[in-house]
């Protein structure tokens, strides 16, 4: 594709980057085949390659309107795109690009402001979402049906006794699955303790920032991956083996600082160093998991792949393999490459849209008559339980009880 970008983002890093991306598309439209938001509207400018030209656009000198923000609000960084593109442009990061200078260039309504700002306010910090999942549980019995399904009920703690190990790992929190979902990351360090391998978390770091980062509020992404970095680093000093993150939406985030941080001085070493460290627990105990002892309480599981974990991660098959390493028995899943429609704050603010993609991705998760569904992601997880009719957990959490039985 040919750029002509105008002075204000020539020879800047934001422009040589978005220039570099744009070159590398060609039109070929093989995106739109797997666009989640195409499929439902029909519209080139809500698909990929509608959107890069948007972008193009913009940083080729035409002002950006309100319908060009709305079009890419509706991009669910879902990052289907990416997979199917055979000329390796990374739309995602070209889109966090689009999107920050459209905001800058742009005016929205003041509620919509407000609650894009909230959202990230409160969502990012650990304390103010547990405040607020706890208030919002005990109002939820005088709560309108459609506000109650998306106020999940307080999980049960699994009794967890780990021990000291030589090996050690770090483990992110989180900012509001310790609230939501706090079973994942007990499970998590349980199978980890079994595999002799002891769990070090650290009360300082937080929200990874992917929140504000496709909020579009960068500095404060840039605050929170500095704030992490300081508290992981006298633990990665120390020698801990990898950084686990259970959420596949928070891992693509931290496996991004090196990028995301490039340009700061202070940090982009440690920041790579950071990136480099990341594992998905599945791909982090495949090897070993033959060694604990499971007896599968459920004969038929249906699992959700986040996209992040598909096309973000790259790990497209991997928590299947280990589920049927250790006896599980999954159905088949069709359009398993589509969004659930949760992405972020996607669910809350283009509700419609998500609302479709929630609609059909449980009819396809259903269709095999499972027993629970399982995934790999707390956005995932909570938004389909809102309307799901069986169970739906974490991988590592199905897999803990099932470990914790079989002692």
Aim: charged residues 20%; proline residues 4%.
């Amino acid at each position: 594709m040919q750029t002509n970008l105008v002075e204000e983002f020539r020879n800047t890093p934001q422009g040589e980057e978005a220039e570099d991306i744009l070159r590398k598309c060609v039109h070929c439209g093989f995106c739109t085949a797997t666009c989640p938001t195409y499929q439902l509207l029909g519209d080139e400018l809500d698909g990929p390659r509608g959107r890069i030209y948007q972008i193009k656009q913009v940083l080729e000198g035409t002002e950006p309107t309100n319908t060009t923000r709305l079009h890419l609000d509706r991009c669910l960084t879902c990052r289907s795109c990416e997979t199917t593109c055979p000329s390796g442009v990374e739309y995602g990061k070209l889109l966090d690009i689009g999107r920050l200078i459209v905001e800058q260039k742009t005016r929205r309504p003041a509620l919509e402001s407000f609650t894009r700002l909230m959202l990230d306010r409160f969502l990012g910090q650990p304390q103010l979402a547990r405040v607020s999942f706890t208030l919002a549980r005990l109002v939820r019995p005088v709560l309108p049906s459609s506000i109650k399904a998306k106020i999940t009920p307080t999980q049960k703690n699994f009794e967890v006794v780990t021990g000291s190990h030589d090996r050690r790992v770090l483990m992110l929190d989180g900012c509001v699955q310790p609230t939501l979902t706090p079973r994942t990351n007990q499970a998590a360090k349980l199978i980890l303790d079994r595999l002799g391998i002891e769990t070090v978390t650290v009360a300082a770091a937080g929200c990874c920032g992917s929140l504000s980062q496709h909020l579009s509020f960068a500095n404060r992404a840039r605050q929170q991956i500095r704030r992490n970095i300081d508290a992981w680093w006298p633990h990665i000093e120390n020698g801990v083996e990898a950084l686990i993150v259970t959420a596949s939406g928070c891992q693509l985030m931290v496996k991004d600082y090196g990028h995301v941080m490039k340009d700061d001085s202070a940090y982009a070493v440690r920041a790579q160093r950071v990136s480099e460290l990341v594992r998905d627990l599945c791909e982090f105990v495949s090897d070993d998991i033959e060694q604990v002892n499971i007896k599968p309480s459920v004969s038929r599981i249906a699992f959700h792949a986040p996209c992040t974990y598909q096309h973000g991660l790259k790990l497209t098959g991997q928590v299947e393999r280990l589920l049927q390493m250790l006896g599980y028995q999954l159905t088949m899943v069709t359009d398993a490459h589509l969004c659930c429609g949760s992405a972020g704050t996607y669910s809350v603010l283009q509700a419609e849209l998500s609302g479709q993609l929630l609609r059909n991705k449980l009819g396809n998760l259903m269709a095999g008559d499972p027993e629970v569904i399982v995934t790999a992601n707390v956005g995932c997880q909570t938004y389909l339980m809102t309307r799901s009719g069986v169970p739906v957990k974490h991988w590592a959490e199905l897999v803990a009880e099932d470990l914790q039985v079989a002692v």
